[in-house]
């Protein structure tokens, strides 16, 4: 058996392995999962436990009475309105910006092309003239 050969079949069983390897994972994670939650449910079966849930109840009946939750979602919601005014705004100084910079080059452009073209009669921010 030659060297190129040997190195096939290890290669080959090396991917073989992988191959095994990813499939099990998930079933090994499984049984993993299953096993603890079995211990856990099985260390408290016939056990009192005393979860004392009213203190969260009473936080949240509170936070509702006081319109602690209201207020809250009308501030974020209008903090997001806020925020966006205040995108659209830059947005169209931005666009305003470019299209001031792009109408000098389009008019250098044009009389290049055809110096006997006739204007359009926009203005150099693209606005038509009153």
Do not use: C, H
């Not at 991917?15 to 499939?23: A, G, N, R, T």
């Amino acid at each position: 058996m030659d060297k190129g050969t040997k190195i096939k079949i290890l290669d080959s069983t090396f991917e073989i392995l992988l191959s095994l390897v990813k499939q099990t994972k998930w079933i090994v994670g499984i049984i993993f999962l299953y096993k603890g939650f079995t211990e856990s449910v099985d260390n408290l079966a016939g056990k009192d436990t005393n979860a004392d849930i009213s203190l969260v109840y009473k936080l949240f009946i509170n936070l509702v009475e006081s319109n602690v939750i209201a207020w809250s979602i009308t501030g974020i919601f209008f903090a997001l309105f806020i925020i966006a005014i205040v995108l659209y705004m830059l947005e169209k100084r931005q666009k305003r910006k470019a299209i001031k910079n792009l109408g000098l080059f389009r008019k250098q452009y044009e009389s290049l092309i055809d110096p006997e073209r006739s204007s359009s009669g926009l203005t150099e921010t693209g606005k038509t003239p009153s």
